[in-house]
């Protein structure tokens, strides 16, 4: 875990070494990712929820896409960017970019997460709008409508790129190749009139939309049975109470990878767009269409389920609370009685508190709470389980990709650093 002291300015270089398998790599994911979305929908439905049955494919186009479900994500995405450029919230600075460059955001994703929440009790409890059963009527022409906005999306951003001076791009998808830049994001931070995208896309859009999501789930088992059964709950509460953390501590984002070295391109757009509203959502969805098994989920699972994930969410809290304080000020009072290496870019690595335990303790809670999210499911079906599946493989390849990175960058004081915190996310496992 480090901090910066000060980030020195240079021209963007070649990206020399190629990840996810280069350019036949990046163009497999694009065609692999829309496809699990896809099959996530058809294959855990009312009908069926397993992996062993083909799921019936129609081949109308209305089954994938309609004028209503477009406008509807244009328009929610608009709101949110509406909502994200009201003069309200603190202007901050973020870390130094490798030019030396700090930008200014605006904090008012908190603002935009109550309004939205606001609006949606207002249109579905007062004025009676079904937005719930519209969302779940059209749950795949939504999914299918953000593939073709965050692609456009990607399409512009990587024509902007190409205009953009060499300091703005990123240095992990300038190879030359369009393929790979354009999922990588060949521009680090691009900006629109000083409308930072990147930044909006990471909390807004799509996290706030998780949360939409599960409450038309919630209101549409209410409406049907007259309540909502409780594993159906507890995975909505666990989930909002994980969006409402990250847009609480809206600031903390300006420190993370994503941030600060990731460049905005394919990859984060459908990743914040698609991926996290509707692969995220789909354990409360189980859990509607199959309120017979959630009914049957013993109580003591279900509180062995919320103490795990307390204790989960007090891990990544916690830890990602010693990072942020790190990265701003490695000088705090706070860090008086803690230990932490110089490095020769003028960083230091913090090796005390959660940061001395494992390498990525913020993983480790995390990795905990996607655990809990299924737990509630009980384990009569598969794919309930493939959110802690999926994202127990990404954080494993987070983890080894920063580790790489480290070592490239501070060299022997990361070994100094391996050699005294052991574990990358699991104490004495991994």
């Known amino acids: ?13 070649k990206t020399k070494k190629r990840e996810f398998g280069g350019a036949v790599g990046v163009l497999a994911t694009m065609l692999l990712l829309p496809a699990v979305v896809m099959f996530l929908r058809l294959s855990c439905s009312k009908v069926q929820c397993t992996l062993w049955k083909r799921p019936h494919i129609s081949l109308s186009i209305d089954a994938y896409f309609n004028w209503q479900s477009a406008a509807v994500f244009a328009g929610w995405f608009l709101f949110q960017a509406v909502l994200a450029m009201l003069p309200v919230g603190l202007l901050v600075k973020g870390l130094p970019l490798h030019t030396g460059e700090t930008l200014t955001y605006r904090l008012n994703g908190f603002l935009a997460f109550v309004v939205s ?11 009676n709008y079904p937005v719930e059963t519209f969302v779940y009527q059209n749950w795949m022409q939504l999914a299918c409508t953000g593939m073709v906005f965050s692609t456009l999306l990607s399409v512009l951003l990587y024509a902007k790129s190409r205009r953009a001076p060499n300091k703005a791009l990123n240095p992990y998808g300038n190879s ?5 830049d354009f999922f990588m994001g060949h521009e680090l931070n691009p900006r629109f009139m000083n409308f930072d995208l990147k930044f909006f896309c990471e909390l807004r859009p799509g996290l ?7 409450f038309c789930m919630v209101l549409k088992d209410y409406r049907e049975t007259g309540m909502p059964s409780y ?15 990250a847009l609480y501590h809206e600031k903390s984002v300006l420190t993370t990878f994503d941030i ?23 354990q409360t969805r189980y859990l509607l269409e199959h309120r017979e098994q959630a009914v049957d989920v013993s109580c003591v699972l279900l509180a062995l389920a919320f103490l795990l994930h307390m204790v989960g969410f007090w891990i990544f809290r916690t830890a990602n609370g010693q990072k942020d304080m790190f990265r701003n000020n490695p000088y705090a009072p706070a860090f008086a009685n803690m230990q932490s290496l110089p490095t020769p870019s003028g960083k230091r690595i913090l090796i005390s508190g959660w940061w001395g335990v494992v390498r990525k303790p913020n993983y480790l809670g995390d990795l905990i709470m996607a655990i809990c999210w299924s737990l509630p499911c009980g384990f009569g079906h598969l794919l309930p389980w493939f959110y ?6 990404l954080l494993v390849h987070r983890a080894v990709r920063d580790d790489a990175a480290c070592r490239l960058k501070y060299g022997a004081v990361w070994d100094v650093y391996c050699q005294r915190v052991k574990y990358r996310i699991i104490p004495y496992i991994f």
């Open 231 to 245: 594993p159906l709950l507890l995975v909505t509460f666990f989930q909002f109470l994980y969006v409402f953390d």
């Open 176 to 180: 030359g190749n369009v393929f790979y």
């Open 117 to 127: 929440i606001v609006v949606f009790c207002v249109a579905t409890l007062y004025l």
């Open 388 to 393: 802690p599946i999926y994202f127990a493989v």
């Open 260 to 282: 600060t070295q990731e460049g905005f391109g394919w990859m984060l757009a459908f990743g914040d767009l698609v991926w996290v509203p509707f692969t995220y959502t789909l």
């Open 1 to 13: 875990m480090t901090a910066d002291i000060k980030a020195p300015a240079h021209q963007v270089q």
């Open 208 to 214: 706030i939309g998780w949360t939409i999501i599960n």
